[in-house]
């Protein structure tokens, strides 16, 4: 059965620092992995998927992730926070389009 | 604007009453799948249909019940609702989703909240 685990579930950084936000997956099979991210009051929108291609994801709003088989993790990067990307971070596994298992979210604060 | 659409944004109700959410998937999408949030459950799946029907069972109640209609809109039915009920509920879709379908990427709707007093 596949799953999924987002360490941490806020992550606080200053405006111009590097994001970290970290997920581990477990999985039978070869899985699809995304990140969804949702701002206050907003639905969840997408921000990067791996599906077996490059390791090294890049999304949009300059967020990357790279997957780690040996690791089995799948964390998102950002060189530099920016005020707008205060919101809520979602980790998803998914081995066929009808399961697909969220993390329970990161929330992730900038500040000024 | 993602494409979805979701009706009504907001809905207070009390217990023991029924209501309809109603989402329009993005034109082309064949999937729609339903989620509830919550602070406490956090992303629940609940249902999937695909082309009219149903794919895939959550964590619904049994008090829950939804359809996809041929149009590919579909409504999500909450009954003899409880306080703990109340939460976002969103609904996706995506291009595919039928049997033997790989991942897909899913469109999230904006949610309808619902809180029942």
């Known amino acids: 059965a596949q799953s999924v685990t987002q360490l941490d579930s806020h992550v606080s950084v200053s405006e111009g620092t590097p994001v970290l936000l970290r997920c581990n997956y477990s999985?039978?099979?070869?899985?699809?992995l995304f990140w969804y991210v949702q701002h206050p009051n907003k639905g969840l929108q997408l921000l990067l998927k791996?599906?077996?291609?490059?390791?090294l994801v890049k999304g949009i709003n300059g967020f990357e992730a790279e997957f780690k088989k040996s690791e089995t993790s799948f964390h998102l990067t950002k060189p530099s926070a920016h005020m707008s990307d205060a919101a809520e971070y979602f980790c998803v596994v998914s081995e066929t389009s009808n399961d697909m298992r969220f993390g329970a979210g990161t929330r992730l604060t900038v500040k000024p | 604007d993602s494409g979805v659409t979701q009706t009504p944004k907001h809905l207070i109700t009390a217990t023991g009453q029924r209501v309809t959410l109603r989402c329009s998937p993005r034109s082309g999408d064949l999937s729609v799948y339903w989620y509830q949030q919550s602070l406490d459950q956090g992303l629940q799946f609940l249902i999937q249909y695909y082309n009219g029907e149903e794919r895939a069972k959550g964590n619904i109640l049994e008090r829950f019940s939804a359809q996809q209609f041929p149009d590919l809109h579909s409504e999500l039915n909450l009954s003899s609702l409880e306080l703990g009920d109340s939460a976002l509920y969103f609904c996706?879709?995506?291009?595919?989703?039928?049997?033997?379908?790989?991942?897909?990427?899913?469109?999230f709707g904006a949610g309808s909240r619902l809180t029942v007093l």
């Open positions: 791996y599906t077996s291609a490059a390791t």
């Open positions: 996706a879709s995506s291009a595919t989703g039928g049997a033997g379908s790989g991942a897909n990427v899913l469109t």
């Open positions: 999985s039978s099979y070869s899985p699809s």
